[in-house]
């Protein structure tokens, strides 16, 4: 997981220009190129199939026969059964995925040896048991593919990528309905304050590569893009909460200028820090699945039903903050949905790829009331 990570960060860093800060004018792909494109496309779109189809030869296809695509092979394994795990734990089924992708690099290592920095945005729909109401999500993931050609097709070798469907590197189990009681029924109304609909407006806007998302799938030119650096979930946050209202302090804060953003801008233990000591945000819930999903007397219908737009959902690994997420809407059942960056999601279920050892903080957000309308004159018109 980690070789994974650093390969692919590496890469990240050398095109942050193309994926945030600047939209590159990439030139037309040759043949050659529109070839392989076409090639990936098809490979990508029948393994995220077969994932939801659990079509074992199906996926095995995907990949070059032997040893060298093994660790591929059983990442995307992983991937099937994470989420057929976590679907029969929430009560639903995912239907289907429909798949696009950009290609900003393709590098020919040989004639048949390609390397590909591909950008695949996936759409996602689901719905639960004995409903027929679908609901939608997207994922944007970078990936560094590894294509081979053997036999005249070509064939993913290798494949680096931060798992959207493992944000938790731990145990990805998904905590069960035993360890979590979810309440069913209609979904309360949760409308929140001016600020928080801003500010979930913008993560709207600028989540990024998964469908969904506007501004063309890229991030806000004018931040850095921390994809490279560590991550760029809390940097993506904090945008958020600031188009909400928040003003910046001195010690959170972004430098334009310097294109960096203050500790408890960009880093999720930093922000986690901030809010706690600055009065801008109150935790009212925390702890694993069940305890926040669990019917209490504060909270009757547990108090991931309680989450507002424009509220934050901090992520804790042994006892480290390791991402952010921004509440931006809810199904038909009260669930949260969150956009976030690295990697991107657009109206994602909250707790999709976590586990049950994760814990979460609930943070309602006290975004600035807008100053109300100055009263007619009395003096005429």
């Known amino acids: 997981m980690m070789q994974r990570i650093l390969v692919l960060a590496a890469l990240v860093a050398g095109l942050a220009a193309p994926l945030g800060r600047a939209q590159a004018a990439f030139s037309p792909l040759t043949p050659e190129e529109r070839a392989v ?3 990936l496309s ?3 779109r029948q393994e995220d199939q077969a ?5 074992q030869k199906r996926l095995q296809d995907v990949f070059l026969p032997g040893k060298t695509s093994r660790e591929a092979l059983g990442e995307a394994k992983e991937r099937r059964r994470f989420l057929r795990a976590w679907a029969a734990a929430r009560g639903l089924e995912v239907t289907s995925v429909e798949v696009s992708l950009r290609t900003p690099h393709i590098t020919f ?3 048949d040896r390609v390397q590909v920095f591909a950008v695949v945005s996936e759409a996602y729909t689901y719905r639960y048991a004995g409903e027929t109401v679908e609901h939608g999500f997207g994922l944007g993931v970078r990936h560094d593919y590894f294509l081979r050609r053997e036999g005249g097709r070509w064939y993913i070798q290798a494949d680096y990528f931060t798992d959207p469907l493992d944000q938790d590197t731990r145990i990805p189990q998904p905590a069960t309905p035993e360890s979590g009681v979810a309440v069913r029924g209609p979904a309360p109304t949760k409308v929140g304050d001016a600020g928080g609909r801003d500010a979930a407006a913008y993560a709207d806007r600028y ?5 969904g998302c506007g501004n063309g799938g890229l991030y806000n030119s004018h931040y850095n893009n921390y994809n490279g650096e560590g991550g760029d979930c809390t940097n993506f946050v904090s945008q958020a909460l600031k188009a909400g209202g928040l003003r910046e302090s001195p010690s959170w804060n972004y430098d334009e200028r310097r294109g960096e953003g203050s500790r408890a801008w960009s880093n999720a233990e930093g922000l986690r820090d901030y809010l706690d000591g600055s009065g801008r945000a109150d935790i009212f ?3 694993r699945y069940a305890d926040v999903t669990r019917p209490t007397l504060r909270h009757p219908q547990g108090a991931a039903r309680d989450l507002q737009l424009g509220d934050l959902i901090t992520y804790i690994e042994r006892g480290t ?3 952010s997420g921004l509440v931006v809407g809810f199904d038909e059942r009260g669930v949260p949905l969150v956009d976030t960056h690295t990697s991107d999601r657009y109206h994602v279920p909250w ?5 049950r050892t994760t814990r979460y903080l609930f943070w309602h957000v006290h975004y600035p009331q807008p100053r109300p309308a100055p009263a007619p004159s009395a003096h005429g018109r």
């Open 51 to 55: 994932i939801l189809s659990g079509e």
């Open 351 to 355: 707790d999709l790829g976590w586990d």
């Open 285 to 287: 819930a925390g702890g």
């Open 42 to 44: 098809s490979l990508v």
């Open 37 to 39: 494109k076409s090639a």
């Open 109 to 111: 290592r040989t004639r």
């Open 321 to 323: 903050a390791v991402h």
């Open 207 to 211: 989540c990024g590569a998964a469908p």
